[in-house]
């Protein structure tokens, strides 16, 4: 028998992650974004990372339609940033109140972030209530700062040593 619900999301409040603003732009939805913290690299030849995907997220529509997807792992000063994406706003308003640009795929790129990947499609799994999706990074973009943590179901800042 599985764990139960309560029981796996307690457990995973205990996995510290980053925050993430999954992005894309399609013609038929435009320029979509959400939060999301499950992300993860897959491959490094060829450069491949995952990304997973509430199959309810108007994201993932236009993830499908447009087969490119970008990245944006947040940094500690945008904690703002992330609960915009993660519903707070339309998706009009989250890209209004944000700077970005489109990359190279014509996903957007957060320009505040701390790093962007800008990737293309590979493959699309369902997975319960997900969809992974593998992308290949077709550009990588990285600045400076530190990043926005996630943990215990709060935002979280690494301490400087």
């Not at 109140?97 to 190279?104: L, V």
């Not at 999706?133 to 400076?144: K, N, S, T």
Request: charge should be negative; proline fraction near 2%.
């Amino acid at each position: 028998m599985a764990v139960s619900a309560d029981d796996f999301k307690q457990a995973l409040q205990l996995w510290a992650s980053g925050v993430t603003v999954v992005t894309t732009h399609s013609e038929k939805y435009g320029t979509q974004g959400m939060t999301a913290t499950a992300f993860s690299s897959v491959s490094v030849n060829p450069p491949q990372i995952l990304v997973c995907i509430n199959e309810m997220a108007d994201t993932g529509e236009g993830i499908n339609e447009s087969q490119c997807f970008a990245v944006n792992v947040l940094t500690a000063q945008q904690q703002d940033v992330s609960g915009q994406f993660a519903g707070g706003s339309s998706q009009a308003q989250r890209f209004a109140d944000n700077e970005w640009q489109a990359g190279i795929s014509g996903a957007p790129i957060l320009t505040q972030s701390l790093m962007s990947l800008d990737c293309k499609v590979v493959e699309k799994v369902r997975a319960g209530t997900h969809w992974i999706i593998i992308g290949e990074v077709q550009d990588a973009i990285c600045r400076e700062g530190e990043p926005l943590l996630y943990y215990r179901g709060a935002y979280r800042f690494l301490n400087a040593q």
